[in-house]
């Protein structure tokens, strides 16, 4: 399954890259894009990988606000468009090269927006992403709100409740929250706070960002 996963977000590259830079996906616009960059604004320091960067709109933002930025992602087709529009540094590689890619103890913020998508590759991700970070490192994920979400395993992405978007279906493993807990134990991470949020004309948050420091 963590095939299929990489498989379609290459084949989706152009059109994911359409939604994100012509603001298709209203949840993005109306509440998550801000809600991680308020939570980023909070951290402290110069050094910050973007894990599952995508096109590259989030290194963008934090270039903006001084950072030095490093992006990782496993399509060569997304890595490709955001390199070709900014200057950030960029990475084609999975979440398993992590400790190939960077070097041990060079990042004050690890970051990962709606990018942990797998079973095992989340897991992964935990674990070599504890070795990049600085000994008062965060790590920052921003995942679907899992209290909408009432079973741990594999689903299918469809897309249908964005109906001008045209990607093709993706999986995705879903995690409730007490599976990202044990997640997080697991992996010996301690979770500092999670926020949720959530437009004021929402009855429920978007999102959750779980903040996280080496324990
Ligand atoms: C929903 S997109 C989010 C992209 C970006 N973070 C954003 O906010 O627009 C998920 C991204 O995670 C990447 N991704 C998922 N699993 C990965 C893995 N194991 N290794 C590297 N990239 C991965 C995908 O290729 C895709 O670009």
């Given amino acids: 399954m963590e095939e299929t996963l990489h498989e379609a977000w290459e084949s989706n590259a152009l059109e994911w890259t359409r ?3 012509e603001n298709v996906i209203p949840s993005r616009n109306r509440v998550t894009n801000a809600a991680i ?4 604004k909070r951290c402290r320091g110069e050094c910050v990988l973007d894990l599952g960067c995508g096109e590259g709109w989030l290194c963008r933002e934090l270039l903006r606000l001084g950072w030095k930025t490093w992006g990782v992602d496993s399509s060569p087709t997304l890595i490709k468009l955001a390199e070709e529009n900014g200057p950030g540094r960029y990475h084609c590689g999975s979440y398993l090269e992590l400790d190939t890619l960077f070097q041990a103890n060079s990042f004050d913020l690890v ?3 709606f990018s942990l998508l797998g079973e095992q590759s989340a897991e992964t991700a935990l674990t070599k992403a504890r070795a990049l970070l600085k000994p008062e490192g965060v790590f920052l994920i921003q995942t679907l709100n899992p209290k909408t979400l009432n079973h741990t395993g594999w689903q299918t992405e469809t897309w249908e409740s964005l109906g001008t978007l045209r990607c093709s279906p993706s999986p995705w493993y879903s995690r409730t929250l007490q ?3 044990e997640l997080f134990d697991s992996c010996q ?5 999670a926020l949720w949020p959530r437009h004021p004309a929402d009855p429920e948050p978007s999102s959750v960002i779980f903040r996280l420091s080496v324990s």
């Fill in 19 to 21: 939604a994100v830079r």
């Fill in 37 to 40: 960059l308020e939570a980023i």
């Fill in 111 to 113: 970051v990962a927006n």
């Fill in 179 to 181: 599976g990202w807990t």
């Fill in 189 to 193: 991470w301690k979770m500092e706070e």
